[in-house]
C-alpha cells in the first residue's frame, strides 16, 4: 500500500469514527425525544382531569386539592417547557391561593396548549430522527471502504508477515488490549500531572497558596505515577513485528544492529521543552516511519522487547536466511555499525544482493577500526574517519551511488537560520520563529534524523517529515495523553447521555 494510499485510509477512518459518534449521539438524543413523546401522550386526558378538578375545586369540593396537586406533578415531570406545563403551574398557584376564577380562566386553553406542545414533540422527534439517520447512513456507508482499505493494506504485508510471525513470541489475547488500557492510564495521568505543575509554576502568583500546593504536589505526583506505570505498561503493550506489519501496510525498514548498541540506543534524552520518556530509538524509529514501519531483530532472550522497532526473535544457529529474505522485502535497509563480525557479514550480504540505494548505514564516532572495515568492503574509500570522532551513538549517515561510491553526511547541530532582510519580515516572522523554537527538540536522534533526511534525498529518497517525526515522537507521551483525556471526556459524556435516557426507564 502506498503512502498516499495510507492516508487516505486513515482519514476514511477518523471520518467514519467521528461520523458514528456522532450518530451515535444523535441516537440517544432521539430516544430522549421518544420518551418524551411517549411520556406526554396521556396529556389530554391529564389535562381533562386536571379542569374538572378545578371546576370542583370551585364547587366547594376541598377533595379536588389533592387531584390539582398531583395534575400539576405530572405535567411538571412529563410536559415539555411550553405553554400546557406553564398553563398548569399557574393555575395551581392560583388555585392555592384562593384564586380559583383566574386558574380556571389560566386553563380554558388548556386542550389547545396540549396539542400544540404534542404537536412540538413530534416535529423535534422527526427531526432528532432524520439528523441521526443523516449522520448514520454515511458512517455505515464508509465502513465498506474503510473494510476494503484494510484488507488491501493487510494483504500488501502477507508475505512479510508469513515470514516474521513464525519469529513472534505467542501471547495471550487479552495480554496487549490490558496493557493498552494501562498505558492509556499512564498517559492520562502523565499529561494532567505536566498540565497541573506547569500552571502552577507559570501562574502560581496569582494563585492562593494552597491552590498552588494542590496543583504542583499534584502534578508531581500524577506526573510520576504516569511515568511508572508507562515504565510497566509500555514494553508489554508494544507491537511485535507482525502486528506492526499488518497494521501499517508497507514494505518495511529494517534496522539491523549490535545488541550490545541496545543499552545507548534506550537512552532517554533531555528534550528541553517537553518532558520525555521515549528513547533514541523510539525517536529514530519515528523519523524512519515516514518511509515504513521499522522492524529488528531482538536480542534473544530478552524478557521484554526494547521500545522502537518492531522485534522478531531468530534462532541463534539459523538467522541469516531469514534476514537475507528480509533484505528483499525492505524498501529500506538501515545498519548500525559495529565490530561484530554478524554485522560485516550483513554488510556484504546487502553489498552484493541489493540495489545500493537500499542501504543506508549508521556509523558511531570514536571508531577508527569501523572506517577502516567499511573501506574493505567498498570501491572507493569513504573518508569517514574525517568524522570518526563525533558522536559516539551516531556520528555519520552513509548512503551509496549506484556504483557503490559512497556519500558520508555527518551529524551535527541544526545550522543556525539565516538572518532576515526587511523590518517587515523580521516584526511578522520573530513571533513564529520564537514559538517554534520553544518546541523543537534537538536531541542526538533529532540530529541523526536530519542527516538521515540529507542522505536519502542525495539517492533520490525524499522525506521531508522525517526530523519533525523525530520531534513528535518526544512529545508522544503529552499528545498520547491529551488524546486519552479527551477520549475519556467524550465517552463519559456519551455513556452518561445514555444512562439519562435508560436509567428512567
Not at 57 to 77: K, L, M, N, P, Q
Not at 84 to 107: M, Q
Not at 299 to 311: C, I, Q
Amino acid at each position: 500500500m502506498s503512502s498516499g494510499l495510507r492516508a487516505f485510509a486513515r482519514l476514511i477512518i477518523a471520518v467514519a469514527i467521528v461520523m458514528a459518534y456522532v450518530a451515535l449521539h444523535l441516537a440517544i438524543t432521539a430516544g430522549m425525544d421518544l420518551r418524551a413523546c411517549d411520556r406526554f401522550r396521556d396529556a389530554p386526558a391529564r389535562a381533562a382531569a386536571f379542569t374538572s378538578a378545578l371546576d370542583r375545586y370551585a364547587a366547594g369540593d376541598v377533595s379536588a386539592r389533592a387531584e390539582i396537586r398531583a395534575g400539576d406533578a405530572w405535567f411538571t415531570e412529563n410536559a415539555p417547557s411550553g405553554a400546557s406545563r406553564s398553563a398548569v403551574s399557574s393555575a395551581t398557584g392560583d388555585a392555592e391561593k384562593g384564586r380559583v376564577s383566574l386558574a380556571r380562566e389560566r386553563v380554558a386553553r388548556l386542550a389547545a396548549d396540549v396539542e400544540r406542545d404534542r404537536a412540538r414533540l413530534d416535529r423535534k422527534l422527526g427531526s432528532s430522527r432524520a439528523t441521526a439517520l443523516y449522520w448514520a447512513v454515511p458512517a455505515v456507508v464508509l465502513l465498506g471502504p474503510a473494510l476494503w482499505l484494510r484488507r488491501r493494506r493487510r494483504s500488501g504485508a502477507e508475505e512479510l508477515v508469513c515470514v516474521v510471525s513464525q519469529f513472534v513470541p505467542r501471547q495471550p489475547w487479552w495480554r496487549r488490549p490490558v496493557f493498552l488500557m494501562g498505558s492509556g492510564a499512564g498517559y492520562g495521568l502523565f499529561a494532567g500531572g505536566v498540565i497541573a505543575a506547569g500552571t502552577a509554576q507559570r501562574k502560581g502568583h496569582d494563585m492562593p497558596p494552597l491552590t498552588f500546593m494542590l496543583l504542583l504536589v499534584g502534578g508531581l505526583a500524577g506526573l510520576g505515577a504516569g511515568v511508572l506505570i508507562l515504565r510497566y505498561t509500555r514494553p508489554r503493550s508494544a507491537r511485535g513485528a507482525a502486528q506492526a506489519l499488518l497494521a501499517d501496510g508497507r514494505h518495511p525498514v529494517l534496522y539491523l544492529r549490535s545488541f550490545a548498541d541496545d543499552d545507548t540506543a534506550a537512552q532517554v534524552d533531555d528534550s528541553g521543552a517537553y518532558v520525555s520518556i521515549h528513547s533514541r530509538e523510539e525517536q529514530l524509529t519515528g523519523a524512519l516511519g515516514a518511509i515504513g514501519p521499522v522492524i529488528t531483530v531482538g536480542r534473544p532472550g530478552e524478557p521484554l522487547p526494547r521500545l522502537g522497532a518492531a522485534r522478531f526473535y531468530l534462532p541463534l544457529d539459523d538467522w541469516q536466511p531469514t534476514v537475507l529474505r528480509l533484505m528483499e522485502l525492505s524498501q529500506l535497509i538501515v545498519l548500525r555499525l559495529g565490530l561484530g563480525a554478524s554485522l560485516w557479514w550483513e554488510v556484504g550480504q546487502a553489498r552484493a544482493t541489493q540495489p545500493a540505494r537500499k542501504l543506508v548505514l549508521l556509523a558511531p564516532g570514536g571508531l577508527p577500526e569501523v572506517a577502516e572495515r567499511l573501506d574493505e568492503h567498498l570501491p572507493t574509500p569513504s573518508g569517514l574517519n574525517e568524522v570518526a570522532g563525533g558522536d559516539a551513538w551516531t556520528s555519520a549517515v552513509i548512503t551509496f551511488a549506484p556504483d557503490w561510491t559512497p556519500h558520508v553526511h555527518s551529524v551535527g547541530p541544526a545550522p543556525r537560520a539565516k538572518p532576515l532582510r526587511g523590518a517587515l519580515v523580521r516584526r511578522g516572522i520573530r513571533a513564529m520563529r520564537a514559538a517554534m523554537a520553544s518546541t523543537m527538540n534537538y536531541t542526538p536522534a533529532y540530529h541523526v534524523a536530519r542527516a538521515m533526511k540529507a542522505a536519502l534525498a542525495s539517492v533520490g529518497i525524499r522525506k521531508r517529515t522525517m526530523g519533525m517525526r523525530a520531534n513528535l515522537a518526544v512529545q508522544t507521551s503529552m499528545w498520547k495523553g491529551f488524546t486519552v483525556v479527551t477520549a475519556v471526556f467524550l465517552l463519559s459524556w456519551l455513556a452518561s447521555r445514555a444512562l439519562q435516557l435508560f436509567g428512567a426507564q
